[in-house]
């Protein structure tokens, strides 16, 4: 719930609801508890530092919070680090994961009497279904699993485990598997933040191959909008493709948001700050194509993404010029002391 989705989730969630949420996180490097920082002094957001994959940690946390539900965004999810050294990986996606599916069930069987209204949901990725050609359907709920990355791979194996946790001991699971996330509080590693601070500094922006590789963006505002109609009215065992219907070429998307910055900031130094971009050597294993049909969401849940991509995208970018101490926050490193001053160095 420090993350980029889980982050703005949860931000969405006290906005609309009375009822509270307990919001755990390792707080590794992709975490930010600056991102929850509307949230300070609110009784009902209660922030506890910890991993997933600590199995008295979190069987405490059921006892003493008795939650109703458990929404599951921790991952790592960078593809370049997971190409690099997979472990953490499989530690935090798959074994964690495994970790909250036992802890949950103990909870959902001990404490709930097998409540049917418990409800545990598992927010996993696009990624598990391979990689598409230019004329391919769009990937659904039925496209056989083909994760070609460590990462993807790592999401495939939690999303097993979550539906055998389903299948033998009838936890009620919800699974969802979305397209590219943009929007605020993203870490700027991804490329639409990377593209963006590196842009605004004057640095080359490296777009891996040919810049034709194709992502289908859903903006994060639309996933968490998703992710409450699934919790609220999804029947469980079921698993939901989300997506923005938004297909773009990375190359395309980089001169687009180049030409926000360059309106957005006429007197930068840096325009037209499309000179910056860089062909770099290709991630090995690129998958080409990804892109969402959205049809069952819509016909059962009646969930379709609001934000046209255009105009998300300039808000974004508007986003990350007005959040500079953010932005300072998650790239100085003096973001990690704050962390290691107020939690401790070691996970708690
Ligand atoms: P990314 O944001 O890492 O998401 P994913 O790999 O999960 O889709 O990358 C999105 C696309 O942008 C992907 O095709 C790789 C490409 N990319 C670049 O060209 N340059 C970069 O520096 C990064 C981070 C990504």
């Known amino acids: 719930g420090a993350g980029f989705i ?11 609801h009375d009822e509270p949420v307990v919001n755990l996180d390792a707080l590794t490097y992709a975490g930010n508890v600056a991102s929850l920082a509307p949230l300070a002094g609110n009784p009902r957001h209660v922030f506890v530092r910890g991993d997933i994959g600590d199995a008295d940690r979190v069987a405490h946390l ?77 990937f659904s709920e039925t496209t056989p699993y083909a994760p070609n990355s460590p990462y993807a791979a790592s999401k495939a194996a939690s999303d097993h485990l979550v539906r055998a946790w389903h299948h033998t001991h009838g936890l ?3 699974t969802t598997h979305c397209s590219n996330n943009y929007g605020p509080l993203q870490f700027p590693e991804k490329l639409i933040p990377l593209m963006l601070l590196n842009a605004r500094t004057g640095k080359p922006l490296p777009v891996y191959g040919d810049g034709a590789n194709v992502r289908d963006w859903l903006h994060v505002s639309d996933h968490c909008a998703a992710l409450r109609v699934v919790l609220d009215r999804g029947v469980p065992g079921r698993t939901w493709n989300i997506g923005g219907k938004a297909e773009r070429r990375n190359l395309d998307l980089v001169h687009a948001l180049c030409g926000i910055l360059d309106t957005m900031c ?7 700050h499309a000179s ?29 993404p609001a934000v046209r991509f255009e105009d998300g995208l300039a808000q974004t970018v508007r986003w990350y010029l007005d959040h500079a101490a953010w932005v300072d926050g998650v790239t100085s490193g003096r973001y990690r002391d704050w962390v290691d001053l107020h939690y401790g160095s070691t996970v708690a």
């Open 6 to 16: 889980g982050a703005n989730f949860v931000l969405g969630w006290c906005a609309r």
């Open 62 to 138: 059921f006892a003493a919070h008795r939650p109703r539900a458990v929404v599951h965004f921790a991952a790592e999810s960078h593809v370049d680090r997971s190409i690099h050294d997979a472990a953490a990986f499989i530690q935090t996606n798959v074994v964690g994961t495994h970790t909250l599916l036992e802890c949950a069930t103990r909870h959902w069987v001990d404490a709930t009497g097998r409540d049917p209204a418990f409800r545990f949901l598992h927010v996993s990725t696009d990624e598990v279904y391979g990689s598409l050609g230019p004329d391919d359907a769009a």
């Open 172 to 174: 009620p699971t919800l």
């Open 266 to 272: 006429p007197d930068s130094p840096h325009r037209p």
């Open 276 to 304: 910056l971009i860089t062909f770099v050597t290709d991630r090995p294993g690129h998958d080409r194509r990804y892109a969402i049909d959205a049809a069952r969401i819509a016909a059962e849940l009646g969930w379709t």
